[in-house]
């Protein structure tokens, strides 16, 4: 079965500074991959998706992601971070070989943004 | 706005006093999910419907049952709730099709006294 790992509980960086959560999957092949973010209160958003293709995927809201193969990871990356982006950020991953795109999350990496 | 609505916000049980948690979506997505998630844990996949077919993960307990009336509406029932089930409950729904996004509604958070 895959599984997620995301090593950083807490991330805490300054307004306008840049941005980089990690984020491992354990998978036989390409898994799909995704990263969604869940603002206090509020349900889960989804920021990015990878399915195949272009390595690099662009989001919402300025993100993106890279998928390294080599190293099975799909990091989250921003040039520079707004307050607003404080929030839990969850990495998933989904099984292509039963088709499914049904997410298994990680625990998530909660984004601390100092002004 | 088209959405995924969670009621209520917060519930409040006594424990094995069953309780039903519900969520109506506006999407007309076919698929429906409940996922568990307890504090700084990842969200856990309870069930799923693709239409009336019913998906239980393996893992999920038997006091964990969920019914889904029509396309809107999804149930999830907690026979007898125990301590370690206060978690929040998430609905989500999509479309049925591998590239498809998960909609989720904003929780309930439940309590068990």
């Known amino acids: 079965a895959q599984s997620v790992t995301q090593p950083d509980i807490h991330i805490t960086v300054s307004e306008g500074a840049s941005l980089e959560l990690r984020c491992n999957y354990s998978y036989g092949a390409t898994p799909y991959l995704f990263w969604y973010v869940q603002s206090p209160g509020q349900g889960l958003q989804l920021l990015l998706k990878?399915?195949?293709?272009?390595?690099l995927v662009q989001g919402i809201k300025g993100f993106e992601a890279e998928f390294k193969r080599s190293q099975s990871s799909f990091n989250l990356r921003k040039p520079s971070v707004h307050w607003s982006d404080a929030a839990e950020y969850f990495c998933?991953?989904?099984?292509?070989?039963?088709?499914?795109?049904?997410?298994?999350f990680g625990r998530g990496t909660s984004l601390i943004v100092h002004p | 706005d088209a959405m995924v609505i969670q009621n209520p916000r917060y519930q409040v049980t006594q424990f094995g006093k069953p309780v039903t948690l519900s969520c109506s979506q506006t999407?007309?997505?076919?698929?429906m999910y409940w996922y568990q998630q307890k504090s700084s844990q990842a969200p856990k996949l309870l069930f799923h419907y693709y239409d009336k077919d019913f998906n239980n993960e393996a893992d999920t307990p038997d006091n964990f049952q969920s019914r889904r009336p029509n396309t809107s509406f999804c149930f999830l029932d907690i026979r007898s709730p125990g301590l370690g089930d206060a978690a929040m409950y998430l609905c989500a729904t999509s479309r049925e099709g591998k590239d498809e996004k998960l909609f989720f509604g904003s929780g309930t958070q439940l309590s068990v006294l």
């Open positions: 990878y399915f195949s293709g272009d390595t």
């Open positions: 999407l007309n997505h076919n698929v």
């Open positions: 998933a991953v989904g099984d292509p070989t039963g088709g499914s795109y049904i997410p298994t």
